[in-house]
C-alpha cells in the first residue's frame, strides 16, 4: 500500500485553485502503540462531493468553518476587499491595541530558520504534512502583511519577504487553515526570535470575525452570543443552572455522606467560584466536589446566578476580543457587585487564563486565582484527613495548555497528586513543555461534518500517544482501571472523544476526570468508592 | 579616500538611525495585553520547571521579588550560544551558530580597532598586542563567518525543511556576509599590517588628514561592510536586537495589573480609542469606543 498523501509543494501553491490542496492518508499518520496499532482502522470519513460543492473545503480532508461559496464575483470580490480591509486594521491602535505590538515583531522578524516546526502536534502526527507546519500560514500572512500593510519599496519588498498572491482561493483556504491551530504555542517556546506563531493564528482569526463577521458558529453564536444573551455558552438560563446544581447537590450528598449545599449570590464571601458551566452538564461530579471541599475547609464561597455570572467559558479568547472583553467586563462587574474578595477559576483552563492573565489589562477589578493553587493551599493546609491509599490506581496527569504555558500554574497540581496519588507518573514531556489534547481553542467543541474524525485521529493523536505512552508499565490489554487527571473541562471534552473513539475505557480501562474528584476519592469523611468506575 | 569617508560616515549614520527608528517605533506601540509564556526566567525559585507567582494562593498580596540575574543568564545564552536553535533545530546550530557567532567577533575587533584607532589619534602609540589581539579574533571571526555563510547557504538552498521559505534576501544575506568574511581574510593573508590599517583606517575618520594605506581588497572588505550597514536596518536580520523586545515586552513580560500600579492610566487611554471593526457584532459605528462596546452584548440595535 502506498499513501496518496497531498501537500503543497510551495507557499503560491495556496492561491491556485484546485480540488484540495493537502490530504492525510491515513498511512501517513504516526503510529499508535499497541492495542491502538491496527492498520486496518478505518481512515477518517472524507466530505462527500456535495458538501464540496457547496462550501469552501479546497484546503484540506475538513471542513470546521464551513463557509458557503460566494455566489457571485461580486461578492467574492467584496469579501476579498472585506479581508484587505481587516487586514490592514488588525495593524492599527484603535482597533488592535490590545496585540499590536506581538504582532507586529512576529510579522518583521521571523528568521525562517524552522526551528519551531517539529515541535507542533499537528504537523508531526499528519505525518508532517506542509500544509500543517506552523510557518506555513505564518508566511503567507506575513506576505500579506508585507504586501497590503508595510509595503515599502516594493522590489526590495519581494526579495525581502517573496510575493504573494491574494484571490478569494488564499483568502478561503486561510480561514479553514486558522482553525487547524490549538493556539497550543508549543511553537512559541522553540523559537529563538521570539516569534509566536499561535498569536498569528489567533490574529487571523479575530481579522475574519471582527471585520468580516466570520467565524465558527460554535464559538460565536452558540458560544459567546448565547452565553451575552442567555447566561451560559451551554444555553443553561438562571433558573436551569440552579435546577441541576441543586440536583448535583443531593447527588453528592447521596454519594459522600456528607451534606452539599451550593450558596447562590453570598455578598461579602471571600470567594466567588466561577466553574465553566459545562461541567455542570457533562461532569456534575467536578462542581460537587468543589462545594464539598470548599465546606470541608470552612471557606465562605458563592456561586452567581447572573446572567454570564455562572460560566466561567470565555470563547472571545479564541477569536474576538471585543466578545472576549464583553464577557470578562461581566464577571468583573458581578464580582464587585457581589463585593467577593476574589473570583477562583474552576478546573478550565482557558476561563483561568482569560480571566486571569488576560483580562487583567482590561479592567482593573477583583483579584483572581487558579483552583488549582487554591486546592493545593487547602489539601495541605491540614483542615482535611487524607487517605492516599483510597487512590491505590495508577494515575497520570494532562497539563492543559493555558494553565502552564500561558500561566506557568504547573507545581500546585502535581503536588497534590505526589501526595494524594500514590501511583502518579508523569507524561513525557510535562509541565510547560507539555501537548495539546488536540482540543485546544475551542476546538473540542467542534464536530461539524467529519472535523470530530480529523480532530481525534490528526489533531490528538500525539496526545494520545502521551497517555499510552505514560501508562505503558502497566497492562493496556486489560480494562484494569487508570486514571487521566484533566483539570480542564476543554481538554475533557477532547480526551471524552478521544477514549470513545479509540475505545479506550473497554480496551485499557482509560478512564479520566479532574483533580477535585481524586481529592475528595481520598478524604476520610467522604464514604468510600467515591470514584466509581462503572459511573465514569 | 575622502569619498570613503563620506561614505563611511553615512552607511553609519543610516544603521545607526535605523536602529533608533525601528527601536522608537516599538517602543511607541501601545501596552498589549499580557502574552507572556512560560518559563518566565525571572520567576525566582521557579523558573527551572516554569512556574510563576500565580501558583501562591492570593499571589496579589505577596512580594514579588523578580531574579533578574538569571534572567539576564538567560537572555545571554541565547543570544551568545544560540540556545533555542541548538534545542529544537540541531542540524542547523551549526551554521548558524558559527556565522552569528563571527559577527559578535567581528563586532570585538572593530571594537578593538576603534580603541586603536583613538589611541593614534591621542598620539599614544597602540600597544602590539593590541594589533596581535585583532588579528587573532580576525582570523577567527571570518574564517568561522564564512564556514557559517557557506553551511547556511547550502541548507537555505537544498534542505527541504527551509527551501520552501527561502526568499531572495536569504541569499543575499548569507552571500553578503560570506563575502565580507572572504574579502576580510584575503586581506589579512595578503597584508600583514591588516590591524594597523584597520586602525588608521577608523583614526582618519576623524582626523581625514591621518595617513593609512587601504589595499585594494581592504577597500574592498571596507565597502561591503558599509553595504551591510545600510543594508541591514531595513531586514529581518534586526531581530539580532528586536529579541530584546520579543523576551522582555512580551514573552516574559508579566506585569499584573494592581490597583496604584502604573498600567490602569494607559488602559484607560486606549480603551479610549474609537473602534471601526465592520462586522455586524461588534455594532462599531464610527463613535463608540471600546469602552461603549464592551458594555454592549452586540445584539443591540444601532
Ligand atoms: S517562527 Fe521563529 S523558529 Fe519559526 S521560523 Fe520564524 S524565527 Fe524560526
Ligand atoms: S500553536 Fe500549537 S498547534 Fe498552533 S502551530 Fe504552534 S504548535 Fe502547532
Redesign the pocket.
Known amino acids: 500500500m502506498s499513501s496518496h498523501r497531498k501537500q503543497p509543494k510551495s507557499l503560491k501553491d495556496i492561491s491556485r485553485p484546485s480540488e484540495q490542496l493537502a490530504h492525510v492518508d491515513s498511512l501517513d499518520l504516526f503510529p499508535l502503540p499497541p492495542p491502538y496499532d491496527n492498520p486496518n482502522d478505518p481512515p477518517f470519513k472524507q466530505l462527500p462531493q456535495k458538501t464540496r460543492d457547496a462550501f469552501e473545503a479546497s484546503l484540506d480532508d475538513t471542513l470546521v468553518v464551513g463557509l458557503p461559496k460566494p455566489k457571485t464575483k461580486e461578492e467574492e470580490e467584496r469579501l476579498v476587499q472585506a479581508f484587505i480591509s481587516g487586514l490592514r486594521k488588525l495593524f492599527t491602535s484603535e482597533n488592535n491595541w490590545t496585540f499590536l505590538q506581538p504582532l507586529t515583531l512576529s510579522m518583521e522578524h521571523c528568521a525562517r530558520c524552522q526551528s519551531c516546526i517539529d515541535?507542533?502536534?499537528?504537523?508531526e502526527m499528519s505525518g508532517h504534512n506542509e500544509l500543517y507546519r506552523?510557518t506555513y500560514r505564518s508566511e503567507i500572512f506575513r506576505r500579506l502583511y508585507f504586501k497590503y500593510v508595510n509595503p515599502g519599496v516594493a522590489g526590495f519588498n519581494r526579495m525581502q519577504n517573496g510575493d504573494i498572491e491574494l484571490n478569494w482561493t488564499l483568502i478561503a483556504r486561510l480561514l479553514e487553515l486558522a482553525y487547524r491551530?490549538?493556539?497550543?504555542?508549543?511553537?512559541?517556546q522553540s523559537c529563538p526570535i521570539g516569534v509566536d506563531?499561535?498569536l498569528i493564528?489567533h490574529e487571523l482569526r479575530k481579522l475574519f470575525s471582527s471585520e468580516m463577521g466570520i467565524t465558527v458558529k460554535d464559538l460565536h453564536e452558540k458560544g459567546t452570543v448565547q452565553q451575552l444573551k442567555v447566561g451560559s455558552s451551554t444555553g443553561m438560563s438562571p433558573i436551569v443552572v440552579k435546577d441541576n446544581i441543586e440536583f448535583v447537590d443531593e447527588d453528592m450528598t447521596e454519594r459522600t455522606g456528607i451534606k452539599v449545599q451550593t450558596r447562590w449570590d453570598v455578598e461579602g464571601a471571600e470567594v466567588l467560584l466561577l466553574h465553566n458551566a459545562g461541567e455542570i452538564l457533562a461532569w456534575p461530579d467536578n462542581p460537587g466536589c468543589f462545594a464539598l471541599i470548599l465546606d470541608a475547609a470552612g471557606i465562605s464561597w458563592t456561586m452567581s446566578s447572573d446572567l454570564v455570572g455562572y460560566d466561567g467559558v470565555n470563547y472571545g479568547l479564541f477569536y474576538d476580543d471585543v466578545q472576549l472583553a464583553r464577557i470578562a467586563y461581566r464577571h468583573m462587574e458581578i464580582a464587585k457587585k457581589l463585593k467577593v474578595k476574589k473570583i477562583v477559576m474552576g478546573e478550565c483552563g482557558h476561563e483561568s487564563k482569560a480571566l486571569g492573565v488576560i483580562a487583567d489589562r482590561v479592567f482593573q477589578g477583583i483579584p483572581r486565582e487558579t483552583a488549582m493553587t487554591l486546592m493545593a493551599d487547602i489539601v495541605f493546609s491540614g483542615k482535611i484527613k487524607f487517605d492516599p491509599s483510597r487512590n491505590d490506581f495508577p494515575v497520570t496527569l494532562h497539563d492543559p495548555c493555558n494553565l502552564v504555558r500561558a500561566m506557568g500554574v504547573v507545581e500546585p497540581q502535581r503536588k497534590v497528586l505526589r501526595y494524594l496519588a500514590p501511583r502518579f507518573r508523569e507524561m513525557t514531556p510535562h509541565g510547560v513543555r507539555n501537548y495539546?489534547c488536540g482540543g485546544g481553542s475551542g476546538m473540542a467543541i467542534m464536530s461539524q461534518h467529519n472535523f470530530m474524525d480529523w480532530r481525534l485521529q490528526v489533531g490528538g493523536r500525539k496526545k494520545f500517544k502521551q497517555i499510552l505512552d505514560a501508562f505503558a508499565d502497566e497492562d493496556l490489554n486489560s480494562n484494569s482501571p487508570k486514571y487521566l487527571c484533566a483539570p480542564c473541562s476543554n481538554c475533557k471534552g477532547q480526551i471524552r472523544d478521544l477514549f470513545d473513539y479509540y475505545g479506550a475505557k473497554a480496551k485499557s480501562g482509560l478512564h479520566y476526570g479532574g483533580l477535585v474528584e481524586l481529592i475528595v476519592n481520598a478524604m476520610v469523611d467522604v464514604k468510600e468508592g467515591f470514584i466509581n468506575w462503572d459511573l465514569m | 579616500m575622502t569619498a570613503l569617508y563620506v561614505l563611511t560616515w553615512l552607511a553609519v549614520s543610516v544603521l545607526l538611525l535605523g536602529v533608533i527608528a525601528r527601536i522608537i517605533r516599538i517602543l511607541r506601540m501601545p501596552l498589549h495585553l499580557r502574552w507572556e509564556l512560560y518559563p518566565v526566567p525571572h520567576e525566582r525559585g521557579r523558573a527551572h520547571y516554569g512556574g510563576s507567582r500565580l501558583e501562591d494562593v492570593n499571589w496579589w498580596t505577596k512580594q514579588h521579588n523578580p531574579d533578574h540575574v538569571t534572567e539576564l543568564w538567560t537572555m545571554l545564552k541565547e543570544i551568545l550560544l544560540l540556545k533555542g536553535v541548538w534545542e529544537h533545530n540541531r542540524p542547523l546550530w551549526w551554521g548558524s551558530f558559527a556565522l552569528h557567532f563571527a559577527l559578535y567577533l567581528l563586532i570585538g575587533v572593530l571594537a578593538l580597532a576603534v580603541i586603536g584607532g583613538i589611541m593614534v589619534l591621542t598620539g599614544s602609540p597602540a600597544p602590539p598586542v593590541l594589533f596581535a589581539v585583532i588579528k587573532i579574533l580576525a582570523w577567527v571571526a571570518y574564517s568561522l563567518g564564512m564556514l557559517g555563510a557557506l553551511i547556511m547557504l547550502w541548507k537555505r538552498l537544498l534542505d527541504p525543511k527551509l527551501k520552501l521559505f527561502t526568499t531572495g534576501s536569504h541569499v543575499f544575506n548569507l552571500i553578503l556576509l560570506g563575502a565580507i568574511d572572504l574579502t576580510g581574510l584575503i586581506w589579512m593573508i595578503r597584508d600583514s599590517e591588516y590591524a594597523v590599517s584597520l586602525t588608521g583606517f577608523l583614526a582618519g575618520l576623524v582626523t581625514p588628514t591621518q595617513s593609512y594605506d587601504l589595499s585594494t581588497v581592504g577597500y574592498w572588505h571596507v565597502s561591503m561592510v558599509l553595504l551591510f550597514f545600510v543594508y541591514f536596518p531595513f531586514t529581518h536580520m534586526t531581530h539580532a536586537f528586536v529579541k530584546y523586545f520579543t523576551y522582555h515586552s512580551i514573552r516574559w513580560e508579566d506585569t499584573p495589573n494592581l490597583p496604584g500600579g502604573r498600567l490602569q492610566a494607559q488602559i484607560n487611554r486606549l480603551e479610549g480609542q474609537v473602534v471601526t471593526w465592520a462586522a455586524p457584532h461588534i455594532n462599531a459605528d464610527g463613535r463608540k469606543t471600546w469602552v461603549d462596546l464592551v458594555g454592549e452584548t452586540g445584539e443591540e440595535k444601532p
Open positions: 515541535d507542533c502536534p499537528y504537523y506552523p491551530c490549538t493556539l497550543c504555542r508549543r511553537c512559541a506563531n499561535g493564528t495539546c
